[in-house]
């Protein structure tokens, strides 16, 4: 095969990853050792769920879990402002950072520690690359101006846009801009001309949007994903099942060199 490119998408997983994404990179360097090619990471960032943040650590003297998460400055970012625009607090990480010993070896504390970046997507890309699970492999992301620029136009989409004082994801609805209250709540924002580079896909619509630019030829497609993807959408693609893995949603803290 001429040229391969393998992709694996994930939203920020939490600060050290989720054991289910360490197992795509496996999975694609796996079938990169066998095939060729290159490897891309579609790191959705665009996403604004900070569930997807969650850190699932085991302390390492009681086997007790403690889930961590990053705090937010208000209601407005914990729930419309994308990942890529959450800001991280600095008290945040100090107190992190001192409850960490218990959990994860000197080094991934040490990591932690000296990560520094505004937002919360960038915070979490910056500690996976420096544990070396990113060599070699190239990361587009969904919040990017380029990326959403050259990607198809979708009908099913959220827009990013200004709402008091925050950046907030907005899903598209006929000609109304929606926020999620929860239930069957929603909150109406005023209209304004959207642009490519405010669109990002919904989950539905996220494979062509993502395909249009990356033109992928393999797919490493984790448990979640296979219940909703349409392949059909994208019958250029091979997809792939990731490697199993056990305790998935436990967070991979180990540094590789």
């Known amino acids: 095969m001429n040229n391969p490119v393998i992709c694996f998408g994930q939203q920020p997983c939490g600060f050290f990853p989720k054991r289910f994404l360490y197992a795509k990179i496996l999975t694609a360097l796996k079938l990169q050792s066998e095939i060729g090619g290159t490897i891309v990471f579609f790191f959705h960032d665009s996403d604004h769920d900070l ?7 085991k302390n390492k003297v009681t086997q007790v879990q403690k889930t961590f998460n990053f705090t937010s400055a208000n209601k407005i970012q914990k ?12 008290l945040w990480i100090l107190n992190t950072a001192r409850q960490l010993p218990a959990y994860v070896n000197h080094e991934a504390t040490d990591l932690f520690k000296t990560s520094s970046a505004s937002d919360v997507a960038t915070f979490c890309l910056n500690i996976y690359e420096r544990m070396g699970l990113l060599k070699g492999i190239s990361v587009k992301r969904s919040s990017d101006p380029e990326f959403r620029a050259k990607a198809c136009q979708i009908e099913d989409y959220y827009v990013d846009v200004p709402y008091l004082g925050e950046t907030v994801r907005a899903r598209k609805t006929g000609d109304k801009l929606l926020l999620h209250e929860g239930g069957t709540s929603y909150m109406t ?11 990002s896909p919904t989950r539905d619509s996220r494979l062509i949007w993502m395909q249009s630019v990356i033109h992928c030829t393999h797919y490493i497609a984790g448990l979640g994903e296979r219940a909703y993807l349409n392949t059909s959408q994208a019958p250029e693609i091979t997809f792939i099942d990731r490697d199993l893995i056990e305790r998935q949603n436990e967070a991979h803290a180990l540094i590789t060199h």
């Open 189 to 199: 924002l005023d209209s304004v001309p959207v642009t490519k580079t405010m669109v």
């Open 79 to 90: 729930k419309w402002t994308p990942l890529y625009s959450k800001r991280v607090d600095p």
């Open 51 to 57: 569930r997807e943040t969650q850190t699932l650590l």
